[in-house]
């Protein structure tokens, strides 16, 4: 289960761009939080202690206190440049409140996988989260997917997950494939001769460039 992460925020008395910035140039991020009929609480916290929030790596699918209120994070915008947190967004939540949050997949097992371990196969993952509905209380950090026993071929779906009690897929419509053992990639002819190709290319290049140096340096020393 994810760790509850607690977070210090003070009241903003100022919204705005020109507010934000020079919150930011403070040190601060400014965020929201809304939900529950209530009417949204404009805040800003110390970004040191959001970037450390940040790196725990589960922050999106953790409970977050922020102030004494139970919060989920709806949203983090980060600036294009600096990759520096801009902006958060908090969902108030109930203790059991059901909510629906993206949770990491680990896979395990890989030794015992003979399509990796003999065949070299390699494994094609097309959902790194999978989105679940659970219990506030009962958000897990991970979902382990074991590959023992997998073959070349072998596609993962949810429907082969065991996922936490009280957990559900968001998508309940299809039985979506998670990741797909597929054999090894081998180099074709025509991939060889481009190699070649590009490596008789840039022979001839640097030769253009080494004949141009001597001939710089003889002209030089003329």
Do not use: W
Request: hydrophobic share 40%; proline share 6%; aromatic share 2%.
């Amino acid at each position: 289960m994810s760790d509850t992460i607690t977070l210090a925020a003070e009241t903003r008395d100022r919204v705005g761009k020109g507010a934000s910035r020079a919150l930011r140039r403070d040190g601060r991020v400014p965020a929201v939080i809304y939900g529950q009929n209530k009417e949204p609480t404009s805040i800003h916290l110390e970004e040191k202690a959001l970037m450390k929030a940040l790196m725990t790596g589960h922050f999106m699918n953790s409970v977050i206190m922020v102030s004494g209120e139970r919060t989920l994070p709806k949203d983090v915008t980060f600036h294009p440049v600096t990759d520096r947190p801009v902006h958060v967004d908090f969902l108030r939540i109930g203790e059991h409140t059901e909510v629906t949050v993206a949770v990491p997949v680990v896979f395990a097992d890989e030794d015992e996988c003979p399509g990796i371990k003999r065949g070299n196969g390699v494994l094609n993952v097309t959902r790194h989260e999978i989105e679940l509905i659970v219990d506030a209380a009962d958000i897990p950090s991970e979902i382990t997917i074991s590959l023992k026993g997998r073959e070349i071929g072998d596609s993962i779906h949810i429907s082969d997950v065991t996922l936490p009690k009280g957990a559900k897929p968001a998508i309940d419509d299809r039985d979506f494939a998670i990741a797909t053992i597929v054999p090894p990639t081998v180099p074709t002819a025509q991939d060889e001769a481009l190699e070649a190709e590009v490596a008789e290319t840039q022979a001839a290049e640097a030769a253009a460039e080494a004949e141009a140096t001597d001939a710089g340096d003889d002209a030089k020393e003329g």
